[in-house]
Structure formats: structure tokens, C-alpha cells
């Protein structure tokens, strides 16, 4: 297995994952915050798809896709809303379109260039150009977790032997 199709792999299967957790949430459901501040369905799938949009435009130069005002609400670091007026089909189709560019993206990219140092802004844990498209690859993961929490809250039946 390339490094190339691990990456792939790795995206490909958070989105199963994310699609097998979130698949019976209705819209007021995926706006339940499962804690004060605690992130909600449709902020975590906005959010991945701004991160790809970020990490990408880094990497390539070239302008952001999505537009600022996502960014600005949806990026890292910003608050979670409870209601944030999306509906769980339009973050999912977001993600959904940022995952198809990440992974056409992924598959074009030019594998010399892996250690390269990263581009300005990413913390001293990532300090090249391959360790950025791993983190591309594993961010979606941290929020799976979150998301099972967001299930237990709603009184979800498990999945795949999960919250």
C-alpha cells in the first residue's frame, strides 16, 4: 500500500464511519450539543470540511474553495453554535464535496514533496508536508470519537458496537 492510498483509505473510512453514526439523526438532533460548548453533528462535518479546505489551500498555494464566513465559524478554534441554521443534509453535502476534492487532491499530489516542511502555520507536531496530508487523514477521527459521546446524549443504539 502507497502512502497515497493510505490516505485515501484513512478518509474513505471516516466518512463510512461518520455516515454509520450519524445516518439516523434527525435535523434538531444534529444540532444537540452533548455538553455546553460540546460540538454538535452538523459543526463537526462543517468543520472537517473547512480543515480540508484550509490544509489544502497551504499546501497548494492556492485560494480557499469554501467561503470565509464558513471558515470564521467553522474553523479551528471557533465556538460551537446550537443553532448554527444548517441542516444536517446540507453539512453532510459539504463534507461530502470537501472529501471528494481532498481525495482528488490526495491522489494528485506529488509524493517528492512529502518532506518538504510544512507550510507556515502548523504546529512543531507537523513539520512536513507528509505529516500535514496524515493529519488530513486523521482529523476526521477525533470527531468520530466526539460524535459517539453525541449519540450516548441522544440515547442512540449502538453501532458497531459503539455509542
Not at 7 to 36: G, H, M, R, W, Y
Not at 95 to 123: M, Q
Not at 130 to 145: D, K, Q
Request: hydrophobic letters at 40%; glycine letters at 8%; proline letters at 6%.
Amino acid at each position: 500500500m502507497t502512502v497515497k492510498e493510505l490516505i485515501t483509505n484513512q478518509l474513505q473510512a471516516s466518512k463510512f464511519l461518520f455516515d454509520a453514526f450519524s445516518k439516523d439523526f434527525t435535523d434538531a438532533e444534529a444540532q444537540v450539543q452533548p455538553c455546553p460548548n460540546g460540538n454538535h453533528l452538523n459543526w463537526m462535518l462543517v468543520h472537517m470540511a473547512v480543515s480540508e479546505d484550509s490544509m489544502i489551500a497551504a499546501l497548494t498555494g492556492q485560494p480557499k474553495k469554501l467561503s470565509e464566513a464558513l471558515h470564521k465559524s467553522y474553523g479551528g478554534g471557533s465556538v460551537c453554535k446550537s443553532d448554527d441554521g444548517m441542516t444536517r443534509s446540507e453539512a453532510l453535502k459539504l463534507y461530502g464535496d470537501s472529501l471528494n476534492r481532498t481525495l482528488d487532491f490526495v491522489k494528485s499530489f506529488d509524493e517528492s514533496r512529502y518532506n518538504e516542511k510544512a507550510p507556515a502555520g502548523f504546529p512543531p507536531l507537523f513539520p512536513t508536508v507528509g505529516s500535514v496530508l496524515g493529519l488530513l487523514a486523521a482529523h476526521p477521527f477525533w470527531h468520530v470519537g466526539q460524535l459517539t459521546v453525541n449519540r450516548q446524549v441522544l440515547k442512540k443504539p449502538k453501532v458497531l458496537g459503539q455509542g
